[in-house]
């Protein structure tokens, strides 16, 4: 294998594991797990974890990686669960609305 594919091979490795802790360290954060709680389930050191978040963003910071924005996986409202019954509102419901619809389900 000569020079030039063996540092492509190199360059594409590091680009992969570089999304990999990226995924891992996303999935930490959106977890709402501590750190170290979340290092223990997925059998990560906290110093190796540290240490990649730390490469991130000095990445992020010289310009090496772009910042992609992040969209919540579920959005925010009231969720109103009775038996098998599952009712899903936005946070802005009408109090009168959700009045009525623990009434009806009160009645189940």
């Known amino acids: 294998m000569n020079q030039e594919m063996t540092e492509r091979i190199a360059e594409t490795k590091e680009l992969v594991t570089a999304a990999e802790w990226r995924e891992k360290i996303l999935s930490c954060q959106e977890s709402g797990k501590t750190v ?20 991130m963003r000095e ?35 009408d109090p009168e609305q959700l009045a009525a619809i623990v009434g009806a389900l009160k009645s189940c």
Do not use: F
């Not at 090496?64 to 925010?76: A, D, F, L, R």
């Not at 009231?78 to 098998?84: C, D, L, V, Y």
């Open 59 to 93: 990445d992020i910071l010289s310009g090496e990686q772009q910042i992609v924005p992040i969209k919540p996986k579920v959005p925010h409202g009231i969720r109103i669960t009775a038996g098998e019954i599952s009712i899903a509102l936005p946070e802005n419901a």
């Open 36 to 55: 170290t709680a979340w290092c223990e389930e997925n059998g990560i050191s906290p110093s190796m974890y540290y240490r990649k978040l730390r490469m």
